[in-house]
T-cell receptor, first 115, second 113 residues
Framework: AQTVTQSQPEMSVQEAETVTLSCTYD???????LFWYKQPPSRQMILVIR??????QNATENRFSVNFQKAAKSFSLKISDSQLGDTAMYFC????????????FGQGTRLTINP | NAGVTQTPKFQVLKTGQSMTLQCAQD?????MSWYRQDPGMGLRLIHY???????DQGEVPNGYNVSRSTTEDFPLRLLSAAPSQTSVYFC????????????FGAGTRLSVL
């Protein structure tokens, strides 16, 4: 079974700083997807970024980028020029490509951006 | 563009009561899922469906039933509510061109007293 671990329960940075959230996972699959979801106080789950394991290039979406290390099974999220609106829970998630394609989530990291 | 719609947004039940959480999507997605979110545990899969008439159990299925009679709807039934089912429930769907992206509803906060 796949597992996803986020080792930082909480993080806090100043506005405009860069912050990196960590995620590790365990799987025997070779092809899969990885995701970062954001959950603001509104409770809505919002997709931030996704990575396909067979692509070596790290995904980027504006201020958000990932550092995908397949051999190390690591998938960190970097937020550049952080903004107050980035304050939220962030969840790392894994999904197999083959089979039932169920999402497996980490425990989450609560990120606070301070003014 | 409604996306995934969950009702109700909040619900309080007494132990032993039954209820149905509604979920509907208007994107013609084949896959639909129910998750529960508890503090410090992320989201855990309850049940999922890969198409109308097909459902299967996820990680924490006990105490819940589902059915999928149409592509659009995927209700979650609590047969006899227990305090351990106090949680936030999310419905999600995926399909179409970007089959690997799950779209989530706004969630239902359920309290069982």
């Amino acid at each position: 079974a796949q597992t996803v671990t986020q080792s930082q329960p909480e993080m806090s940075v100043q506005e405009a700083e860069t912050v990196t959230l960590s995620c590790t996972y365990d799987t025997s699959e070779n092809n899969y997807y990885l995701f970062w979801y954001k959950q603001p106080p509104s409770r809505q789950m919002i997709l931030v970024i996704r990575q396909e394991a067979y692509k070596q290039q790290n995904a980027t979406e504006n201020r958000f980028s990932v550092n995908f290390q397949k051999a190390a099974k690591s998938f960190s999220l970097k937020i550049s020029d952080s903004q107050l609106g980035d304050t939220a829970m962030y969840f790392c998630a894994f999904m197999k490509i083959q089979g039932a394609q169920k999402l497996v989530f980490g425990q989450g990291t609560r990120l606070t951006i301070n003014p | 563009n409604a996306g995934v719609t969950q009702t109700p947004k909040f619900q309080v039940l007494k132990t032993g009561q039954s209820m149905t959480l509604q979920c509907a999507q208007d994107m013609n997605h084949e896959y639909m899922s129910w998750y529960r979110q508890d503090p410090g545990m992320g989201l855990r899969l309850i049940h999922y469906s890969v198409g109308a008439g097909i459902t299967d159990q996820g990680e924490v299925p006990n105490g819940y039933n589902v059915s999928r009679s149409t592509t659009e709807d995927f209700p979650l039934r609590l047969l006899s509510a227990a305090p351990s089912q106090t949680s936030v429930y999310f419905c999600a769907s995926r399909g179409g061109v970007a089959k690997n992206i799950q779209y989530f509803g706004a969630g239902t906060r359920l309290s069982v007293l």
